[in-house]
């Protein structure tokens, strides 16, 4: 990543008690977390589901290896892909921001839809 990137991202897969993958956005100092049972859409208009897990620290970010069976998330994690994102809308209720990794990159939306914090994460078009 290059030092003009104002926030970052990063994608790690995860092999737990299920595969999944975690994304991650910098936030405030913090890494905003959701589990993707499906990983990122990668078509414009795929929509998938996005579970919203506690924060983690920003150190995380760069984090790969194995998580030692009886703690939280016990598996293995490596990245997926990061790089930097724009965040072009950031609220309760919906964020938009647009990724520029090394295998994902473009417009993506996050909306929740439950209170069991549930979100569809969804690619669209850039305009």
Request: positive net charge; proline residues 5%; glycine residues 8%.
């Amino acid at each position: 990543m290059t030092s003009k990137c104002k926030h970052r991202f990063v994608l790690h897969e995860h092999y737990a008690s299920h595969h999944h993958f975690d994304f991650r956005l910098e936030r405030y100092g913090t890494l905003k977390s959701w589990a993707l049972p499906k990983g990122l859409p990668t078509t414009i208009g795929e929509k998938h589901l996005a579970v919203q897990v506690p924060n983690h620290p920003i150190s995380y970010i760069n984090f790969r290896g194995i998580i030692p069976k009886g703690e939280y998330g016990a598996g293995t994690v490596s990245i997926a892909d990061s790089g930097c994102y724009e965040s072009l809308l950031w609220t309760a209720k919906k964020i938009e921001i647009i990724l520029e990794g090394q295998k994902y990159y473009g417009k993506y939306i996050l909306i929740p839809f439950s209170d069991k914090n549930e979100w569809m994460i969804m690619k669209v078009r850039m305009r």
